[in-house]
């Protein structure tokens, strides 16, 4: 069984190791912390920045089979807009979500740019 990394305050840049992940549109950028998460056995968990540039959005919703904690650390994000980017609520810097497996969310939009925290997590038997 693999494990997350110890890792004691290592800098995190702004510029290097931000990548597109699978299935989401050019603009949005993830960059992983920390990871032992594997969706196969369902065990692990993820800790990643996640980053929309000005402007972009996805198109429909997520679901997935883990719990999720999103923090919204910076900019805006609109939540439930349409497939051309219209309509949704709007919320500001300083505001989290915590999702369990199964929920249907979004679509995301952000009008000037976000950056968001977020952990990603398959809960078991005995955990928390």
């Not at 959005?57 to 997935?64: A, G, R, S, Y």
């Not at 805006?76 to 980017?85: C, H, K, M, R, S």
Request: overall charge neutral; proline content about 6%; aromatic content about 14%.
């Amino acid at each position: 069984m693999s494990r997350k990394p110890h890792i004691e305050f290592e800098f995190v840049s702004n510029k290097d190791g931000w990548k597109t992940p699978l299935g989401y549109p050019k603009g949005i950028k993830q960059k992983i912390l920390a990871s032992d998460i594997n969706e196969q056995t369902k065990t692990g968990s993820r800790s990643r920045l996640l980053r929309f540039d000005p402007g972009v959005f996805t198109k429909e919703p997520f679901v997935h089979d883990h719990w999720e904690e999103v923090f919204l650390v910076s900019g805006d994000l609109v939540v439930g807009n349409d497939e051309n980017g219209n309509g949704g609520n709007s919320f500001d810097k300083a505001t989290y979500a915590c999702r369990p497996p199964g929920v249907y969310h979004g679509p995301f939009k952000s009008n000037n740019g976000c950056t968001l925290f977020e952990l990603h997590y398959y809960k078991t038997d005995g955990d928390f």
